[in-house]
């Protein structure tokens, strides 16, 4: 250490790129600030088991100056803090005063070049192509740095990481999409066309890829051109081909690849998407190309999860285009080829809606929906298309059911967000399923589209014209019975807040002192500060005296009083909402829930328990329902709800846990 000042302190619990970069950006704190780095290369929870022997790849002088052992570690981070607990300064003062005091800095971030307010993070970035060579890597791998420089360093060279690996083949990946970490082959052989002459590097995670780019472009270099990596460790492996991806001029990669950024990263330049190197008609030209080839069927590709994962690419294409026959076609040949992924059954369902096979739609979705391989989110989109289908069958009561589950589960999930407002739009929803919403309201508070092939399975124009519903005027009165976090958080969130505000104001057609609208407003004027907890009960007071059948206003009522800290108005208030529909289990849930916090435990319990009787559909409820049994000691009595909970949606594993505990399988 650099006399009694405190040092950088460098941890990642993830793999190499990463540990990497956050090395290197300790390394620039400790030149500019004066003092040392230290790296904890083992925190506790890491999760990188190839690289549990850095000896692979660093000296031992390197390591004993630099690396910290557990106990180190702790003492150290006793007086340290976070890098960001600095990052928001206007100058350096602050940090120079805590270095000098002898308190250290951990550094945690692994995949940006760390700039400060009063830094130019544009004369810092170039800096990093020459840190890799402070770390004090053994001969060996410098050796091979040494070749890569040489080959690579000042020759105007492109790399192009294609990803592959595990989600073609591993589990759990294979069974979900991912748009941003697949691109498919012909947006790179579009770069090469037209970057015929230059030097290129391919890497990839999947071998046989680059093998058949060579047949194709034979200039194309590969690792091996440069150095016999197979004598070598995982770790040295990875290292290698990162460090020589990071010597190429630029670096060409999916949006999302940890790998390919921290390479870009290191070089001291940014990593650039397709988008940033074609132009539209090229992109165009290569996403026909796509659909060319994914009708050709699952021959074309590696295997058929390889024809899957491009295929979920093409589909939205098709369906922008108004060409779901030929999506229906070519999905159809990939899962008749066997392709085991969850995702496909859900893409094709959707193909059949687009279609109005509703029967083969519903019948996919339902089979589809028994893959316990289904990802969380894929099971609440595919859910909400199941309810939008029966829906269209007139089959409502299902059609909530499904929606229900689908909403409670990911209520900000774009798909499950069109889905459910076409249901809604189209009358297609048993409303007493759902808990107390002004429904009237929320038919005409909206928000603007989806950004289109944004976290999106289906084409918005092909399921709804209208612009989606803003659900989070649902959350206004129930995230509690969210799964989703973000969405139970709807408070904490100030911009949701102030954006759900700005759409009230901007209704058409409905009159400023419409109860409707003011009853949701003063809830959102409360919450962002603008009216007082006193000024809302009394605006709400004159509301529920306006419309005094409307158990939504009166719970509102209830909450307002019980935040003021007038529990027996409270009490009061939401008992007469009860009164008016007393077997709603939504409110008895929320009376039960009102008087657990006023420290009435019993009767709160047993409210909740009633409202899990009269309950179908919400998971929350449910659940809720099974740990107080737990609690209790009713193995017996808990274990219907909790099973109950599961099965409404399997993919959340809690009630599966507790369930198992209860058995004394964990």
Not at 510 to 530: C, M, W, Y
């Amino acid at each position: 250490m650099s006399g009694k000042r405190g040092v950088f302190i460098g941890q990642r619990k993830d793999r190499m790129g990463a540990r990497l970069l956050m090395i290197l950006t300790c390394i620039r704190l400790a030149e500019d600030f004066g003092t040392d780095y230290k790296v904890n290369w083992f925190p506790q929870g890491a999760d990188a088991p190839e690289l549990d022997q850095p000896d692979e790849l660093f000296t031992s002088d390197w390591m004993d100056a630099h690396f910290l052992d557990q106990a180190q570690f702790d003492k150290l981070n006793k007086t340290a803090l976070p890098i960001w607990a600095f990052q928001n300064d206007p100058s350096p003062e602050r940090l120079f005063d805590h270095l000098a005091s002898g308190r250290s800095v951990l550094v945690e971030e692994g995949f940006e070049v760390l700039a400060f307010p009063w830094e130019d993070i544009e004369a810092i970035r170039p800096r990093y192509r020459d840190f890799i060579r402070s770390v004090g890597f053994i001969d060996a791998i410098r050796q091979i740095m040494d070749r890569a420089d040489e080959k690579l360093s000042g020759q105007g060279v492109s790399a192009y990481h294609i990803r592959r690996g595990d989600i073609l083949n591993g589990l759990p990946w294979k069974h979900s999409t991912w748009p941003a970490k697949v691109e498919p082959e012909e947006f790179y052989e579009a770069h090469l066309e037209k970057s015929e002459g230059l030097t290129a590097i391919m890497f990839s995670d999947q071998p046989e890829l680059i093998v058949r780019f060579k047949k194709r472009f034979p200039q194309l270099m590969q690792m091996s051109d440069i150095a016999d990596l197979s004598g070598l460790t995982r770790a040295q492996r990875d290292f290698l081909e990162l460090y020589a991806m990071s010597r190429a001029e630029q670096v060409i990669a999916p949006y999302i690849s940890a790998f390919s950024m921290a390479a870009a990263r290191i070089s001291g330049q940014q990593r650039k998407v397709f988008r940033d190197v074609l132009t539209e008609e090229e992109l165009q030209e290569a996403n026909a190309r796509v659909i060319e080839r994914v009708a050709q069927g699952p021959n074309a590709f590696l295997n058929p999860s390889e024809a899957a994962h491009i295929y979920s690419k093409a589909a939205q294409y098709l369906a922008a285009q108004d060409r779901c026959d030929e999506a229906y076609d070519s999905a159809k040949l990939i899962l008749e080829a066997g392709a085991d992924n969850a995702f496909m059954p859900l893409l094709q369902s959707l193909n059949c809606f687009y279609l109005e096979k509703w029967q083969e739609s519903e019948t996919i979705a339902s089979e589809g929906l028994q893959n316990p391989n289904l990802w969380p989110e894929d099971y609440a989109v595919m859910c909400a298309l199941r309810g939008a289908i029966l829906g269209v069958q007139g089959k409502r009561w299902a059609a909530t059911r499904h929606f229900a589950k689908a909403f409670w589960a990911k209520p900000l999930r774009p798909d499950v967000v069109v889905l459910g407002s076409r249901m809604l739009y189209r009358s297609h929803l048993a409303l007493r399923l759902l808990p107390p919403v002004d429904w009237s309201l929320q038919r005409i508070v909206r928000q603007r589209r989806f950004p289109p092939f944004n976290n999106l399975y289906l084409v918005q124009h092909k399921v709804v014209s209208w612009r989606p519903c803003n659900f989070d005027f649902i959350l206004l009165d129930w995230a509690e019975l969210a799964l989703d976090q973000r969405a139970r958080r709807l408070f904490d969130q100030r911009k949701r807040l102030e954006s759900l505000n700005v759409t009230l104001g901007d209704l058409p057609d409905v009159p400023t002192d419409d109860p409707r609208l003011l009853g949701a407003r003063v809830i959102l004027q409360k919450h962002l500060g603008e009216i007082s907890g006193g000024q809302a009960i009394d605006t709400t007071r004159q509301i529920v005296a306006e419309v005094p059948e409307s158990t939504l206003f009166q719970k509102r009522l209830a909450e307002l009083y019980e935040a003021e800290g007038d529990t027996e108005a409270a009490h009061r208030t939401m008992a007469e909402a009860l009164a008016c529909d007393p077997e709603s289990p939504f409110l008895l849930f929320t009376m039960g829930r009102m008087l657990e916090r006023s420290g009435k435990t019993g009767k709160g319990e047993s409210l909740i328990l009633q409202a899990a009787d009269q309950d179908e559909v919400t998971v929350a409820i449910q659940g809720m329902a099974g740990q107080i049994h737990m609690r209790r000691g009713n193995k017996n009595k808990a274990r219907p709800y909790l099973e109950k909970a599961r099965d409404l949606y399997p993919p959340y594993k809690r009630f599966t846990n507790q369930l198992n505990r209860l058995s004394g399988k964990t």
